[in-house]
């Protein structure tokens, strides 16, 4: 099982920095032990023009067999020989992935204290693979791998050179070149899309799968045209885990967007070009507003669920009155984007004490979120489909129950107030839906009713008398009075 990967450079940034992105020296040939067999890493090439790393698998056939799934899908055998007579050793698989993930674990991370800022740039590369299952031949390996920014050549391999007339077989011979990704994303790609074009994992697949799938598909998998191809390949066709994987993809979505680009919309639709003064900009108006609603609930403990990049985070974080402040998002990128804005490593310890960020989604109940004095759902609930907003109410406003819940989220009948919007446009690509006050009011009625709070409403933004505020806000206060019947009547209407 074998699989090359090649750069070029110049004698001022020398190919040779392949080594360092690596961790791999070009001078030695390398073994690590794995779990089905040895992995050598050695540089057919290494000069200053070009270099070529190679990674060689030799796999223990009679250890795949003796650990489990010996041959493809289902780990099922074909015949008496099959377990030890197939094609694992030769063509990459999920061994091959494993391996790579396991030999190049750093330069998958992008860490390269050697050579940062050659981590992170991108790099002409070109990586073969000589043998590479591919169960949808040639086109399927194209359409994966071309809109991540590749050139494929995906040549069919022939069941026997001496008779052609036999045909192709279901192997292909795999060039992919590119200067516009990093060494990172690369071997990301290839640590999904192997196992996927081989459609088998040699190993039992677990929810855990889903956590790895997520972190190496992080920034390109959630808009991949064949996402759902993916997603079900690479989960071995568990409906429930592919499920899951889908969900929280899809709230990966919202994360991923760049919010200085949703700021920069709300910005220019709000704003009017006559004034000489530019107006306070929609999203501070509406971390204001947020503010004030909590400072009005007494709240001292908060979690921001989406928290996205943290600008809110930071906007609470200087008001002494919140001690404890906790970000939630299902996108570890948008998580270290906040870290970074927080400056959390260089931040006092005292300062540092009142804020957490972690990952999570909020279509699951997690117990991290219960014994909070208030939440914010700031601008989410409109990326989520209309079929998944009872799975987030539960987990907020039934498991996690803080006292104060704030939920904003645009006001649709504002849009007409905007030149810059196309009319019967939503104002983010990503949006599944705008409500009305109307339609926002009820929905919130009809929360508040089942989960046992009251609510208010308040406008956000230039309260125009004809089509309202751009933004609307709901202030829901848990009713201690009833809240706990009404608990129980949620958790038996959602068990049914």
């Not at 790579?100 to 390269?112: D, I, K, N, Y």
């Not at 050549?153 to 026997?160: E, G, I, S, Y």
């Not at 920034?219 to 994987?245: C, F, K, N, V």
């Not at 900009?281 to 943290?310: F, H, K, M, T």
């Amino acid at each position: 099982m074998f699989l090359t990967i090649s750069t070029t450079g110049t004698q001022e940034r020398p190919a040779t920095d392949l080594g360092f992105l690596l961790h791999k020296h070009p001078d030695k040939a390398q073994a690590f032990s794995t779990s089905y067999g040895t992995a050598h890493v050695l540089y057919p090439e290494a000069g200053p023009e070009r270099c070529t790393a190679a990674l060689l698998l030799e796999v223990d056939a009679v250890a795949l067999v003796r650990r489990g799934k010996g041959k493809g899908r289902g780990g099922a055998p074909d015949a008496a020989l099959a377990q030890y007579v197939n094609d694992r050793p030769y063509a990459a698989s999920s061994l091959l992935a494993v391996a790579l993930s396991g030999v190049f674990s750093s330069a998958m991370r992008g860490v390269c204290d050697a050579r940062p800022d050659r981590a992170a740039e991108p790099l002409p590369l070109r990586i073969e693979v000589p043998a590479l299952p591919a169960r949808g031949g040639a086109a399927l390996v194209r359409a994966l791998f071309e809109p991540l920014g590749w050139t494929v050549t995906a040549d069919p391999v022939p069941l026997d050179a001496e008779f052609p007339q036999w045909g192709d077989s279901r192997y292909v011979r795999l060039v992919l070149e590119s200067r516009a990704l990093t060494l990172a994303a690369a071997l990301r790609h290839l640590y999904v899309l192997l196992p996927v074009l081989d459609d088998a994992k040699h190993y039992w697949v677990s929810s855990d799968e889903v956590d790895k799938l997520l972190r190496a598909g992080e920034g390109w998998l959630s808009d991949h045209p064949e996402q759902h191809l993916i997603t079900s390949r690479y989960l071995s066709r568990r409906w429930s885990l592919t499920r899951q994987a889908r969900e929280r993809l899809e709230l990966v979505r919202l994360a991923e967007t760049d919010d200085s680009e949703v700021e920069a919309i709300d910005n220019a639709v709000a704003s009017e070009t006559e004034e000489a003064e530019r107006p306070t900009p929609l999203a501070v108006l509406r971390r204001e507003a947020i503010l004030a609603a909590l400072g009005e609930s007494g709240a001292a403990r908060v979690l921001d669920l989406g928290c996205g990049q943290g600008q809110l985070v930071q906007a609470l974080l200087k008001d002494v009155r919140f001690t404890e402040i906790v970000g939630v998002d299902v996108s570890m990128r948008a998580l270290t984007i906040a870290s970074r804005r927080l400056k959390l490593d260089r931040m006092g310890e005292r300062q540092a004490a009142r804020v957490k960020l972690f990952q999570g989604s909020l279509a699951y109940t997690d117990n991290r979120l219960a014994g909070y004095d208030a939440a914010v759902l700031s601008e989410v609930i409109e990326h989520l489909d209309l079929p998944r907003l009872p799975a987030l109410e539960y987990a907020v406003f039934g498991a996690a129950r803080p006292r104060t819940v704030v939920v904003t989220t645009p006001n649709v009948e504002y849009n007409v107030r905007w030149e810059s919007l196309p009319a019967g446009h939503v104002r983010h690509g990503d949006h599944r839906f705008e409500w009305t006050r109307a339609e926002f009011q009820r929905w919130s009625g009809a929360v508040a009713a089942r989960y046992g709070y009251g609510v208010g409403f308040r406008p956000v933004g230039p309260d125009d008398p004809e089509v309202g505020p751009p933004t609307q806000m709901a202030v829901f206060a848990l009713d201690t009075a009833v809240s706990g019947t009404t608990q129980n009547i949620a958790k038996e209407e959602r068990t049914a």
